[in-house]
């Protein structure tokens, strides 16, 4: 039963809804996370001394990796569910389903893939011999994937807690009833509660996501001293995947998900595999330095251009 101590949100879960026309405020709020990376990465890694054209490149294939990643992954957990009896709904993304973690290891294999293939001679001659008509091939400056996962892993947090906020609204992700004084109820008749309440019944839930939300600070905090100080690059971004990765591991288990993997869900299973990649590889590779107190920017105009041309 809902208890006298839980929190309820009663606020629409719609921003919009007139018409045909529904904006969700999950659906804005992922935009305004989307947004708020590209323009911080552009920020900080020009700074850096990156090509903030190139940045805006990579970041158009990492939008679209990260698209295809997040959808792949709700459909994999929602197979038998759901898409196996019509597939076709696999294709209906208006209709919500996404993952964060296909977001955001779906967003650094597009833009990896397009900085790795970007200025590789099988593309170069490619273009050469059926584009040639538009210019000569040329490579781009792009940044090494390492050095801008690094620049990009901060504002990832920091966008994460963004759409976890849209989650806490929309009431979309069912967690474990609670009787803590910080449970949270929803009121609203459109809220996605109530399809974790049709599964799971009634009664105040652990606020999952805001957990989420307020680990993702957290770990933004934690991280940010360290953003210059692990070489080869690379590292700092396998350490925020490792450190997120535990914490999801952990906080998942008030969600209230299908748990078809030996008791755990998708999502921790994840965490397990990534966990099992970035933490061995932060012992055996990854080397603190002291971090760089004359950056690009603050470098004088002479030196950067040598250092460019390098």
Same mark, same amino acid.
């Given at each position: 039963m809902i208890g006298l101590d839980s929190?309820?949100?009663?606020?629409?879960?719609? $921003?919009?809804?007139?018409?045909?026309?529904? &904006?969700?405020?999950? +659906?804005? /709020?992922?935009?305004? %996370?989307?947004?708020?990376?590209?323009?911080?990465?552009?920020?900080?890694g020009s700074r850096a001394g990156i090509n903030i054209d190139s940045i805006y490149s990579v970041a158009v294939w990492c939008i679209?990796?990260?698209?295809i990643g997040s959808r792949l992954l709700h459909v994999v957990d929602f197979w038998g569910e759901t898409y196996s009896h019509d597939p076709v709904r696999m294709f209906y993304v208006w209709q919500g389903g996404a993952t964060i973690y296909g977001a955001i290891l779906g967003g650094f294999v597009g833009g990896a893939a397009y900085i790795t293939l970007r200025n590789s001679a099988w593309y170069l001659s490619l273009w050469g011999r059926?584009?040639?008509? $538009?210019?000569?091939?040329?490579?781009?400056? &792009?940044?090494?994937? +390492?050095? /801008?996962?690094?620049? %990009?892993a901060p504002a990832i947090l920091f966008s994460q807690a963004i759409g976890r906020v849209g989650d806490i609204i929309n009431g979309e992700h069912c967690a474990n009833?609670?009787?803590?004084?910080?449970?949270?109820?929803?009121?609203?008749?459109?809220?996605?509660?109530l399809q974790c309440v049709r599964q799971y019944g009634e009664g105040a839930v652990h606020?999952?996501?805001?957990?989420?939300?307020?680990?993702?600070?957290a770990l933004l905090a934690v991280l940010w001293p360290l953003r210059n100080r692990f070489r080869p690059r690379?590292?700092?971004?396998?350490?925020?995947?490792a450190t997120y990765s535990v914490g999801r591991f952990f906080l998942s288990f008030l969600r209230a998900e299908f748990q078809d993997y030996g008791g755990l869900n998708?999502?921790?299973?994840? %965490?397990?595999?990534?966990?099992?990649?970035?933490?061995?590889?932060?012992?055996?590779?990854?080397r603190l330095v002291k971090p760089d107190d004359n950056p690009p920017q603050n470098r004088p105009r002479s030196s950067r251009r040598r250092t460019r041309r390098a």
């Open positions: 929190i309820s949100i009663g606020m629409n879960p719609n $921003l919009i809804d007139f018409g045909g026309l529904v &904006l969700s405020w999950h +659906g804005f /709020l992922t935009f305004v %996370a989307v947004a708020t990376s590209v323009f911080l990465v552009a920020r900080w679209v990796g990260g698209v059926y584009f040639g008509f $538009l210019g000569e091939p040329k490579e781009a400056p &792009l940044p090494g994937v +390492g050095h /801008l996962a690094d620049i %990009a009833f609670s009787d803590l004084p910080w449970a949270v109820t929803y009121s609203h008749p459109a809220s996605g509660s606020p999952a996501v805001a957990y989420e939300l307020l680990m993702d600070l690379g590292m700092f971004f396998a350490l925020y995947l998708e999502a921790q299973i994840i %965490a397990l595999v990534v966990m099992a990649v970035t933490i061995p590889l932060l012992i055996f590779k990854a």
